[in-house]
């Protein structure tokens, strides 16, 4: 069956450094990849979108990379601040019709300290 | 910035006993869903629903379950004769009709706490 994976393990990087996040997704190809962030008890909330003849993606101090030989993305944030401390979520549909539901990865937890 | 409503924000019920839980999605958007997240775990695919009806499910979304959209504007989801195993933060979502991604925008979540 089709999966998203991602690490997770909880991220932990020091104030001012660049976190990656990984993920991985098996038994399909996704046309797009999303990432969304999730706070402790709130909603997850959509942060980027990359298609897969889009190498990379920049939003501000995030960016998206899509590699569709490794079937991976990764997620990075520059400039790391404390306020940037959340659950990183990717997800994608699998089935390409209007409306159609996302899947999630577990997500991966990322802690930023000053 | 038009958000989705949802309540209530935290309700604790008894095992057995029914629950509804309510969401206002953005009015514009047409294609509306309830995930679930159990404490600890991953976000999961409940349903869709559109133009009326389901349009999607997931193993999960068996009898014990069922949507509406009383009105205009509500889009219920209903747990009938609730289990322990149902606790859970259960999120509501919707998105405009778009080609191609289809991005969510998702309330705040109502957490259900079953005894």
């Known amino acids: 069956s089709q999966k998203i994976e991602q690490n997770s393990e909880a991220l932990n990087i020091q104030e001012g450094k660049t976190a990656t996040l990984t993920c991985n997704y098996t038994?399909?190809?996704?046309?797009?990849l999303q990432w969304y962030r999730q706070d402790p008890g709130r909603g997850p909330v959509f942060l980027l979108l990359i298609r897969e003849n889009e190498k990379e993606k920049r939003k501000e101090r995030l960016k998206v990379t899509f590699d569709t030989t490794l079937k991976q993305s990764l997620f990075h944030i520059t400039a790391s601040q404390p306020a940037d401390s959340a659950t990183y979520l990717c997800?994608?549909?699998?089935?390409?019709?209007?409306?159609?539901?996302?899947?999630f990865g577990q997500g991966t937890e990322l802690s930023v300290k000053p | 910035e038009p958000e989705v409503t949802q309540t209530p924000s935290h309700q604790v019920t008894q095992m057995g006993q029914e629950v509804i839980l309510r969401c206002v999605p953005i009015?514009?958007?047409?294609?509306f869903y309830w995930y679930r997240q159990i404490l600890g775990q991953k976000v999961e695919f409940l349903v869709s629903f559109y133009n009326n009806e389901i349009s999607e499910k997931s193993e999960i979304f068996d009898d014990q379950f069922s949507v509406e959209r009383p009105d205009g504007s509500n889009f219920t989801l209903k747990i009938r004769s609730t289990k322990l195993e149902d606790s859970a933060m259960y999120f509501c979502a919707s998105s405009a009709r778009v080609s191609g991604a289809n991005v969510l925008t998702f309330g705040a979540g109502s957490r259900l706490t079953v005894l």
């Open positions: 997800a994608s549909q699998v089935i390409y019709n209007q409306g159609g539901k996302l899947i």
């Open positions: 009015s514009n958007h047409l294609y």
């Open positions: 038994n399909y190809s996704p046309a797009y």
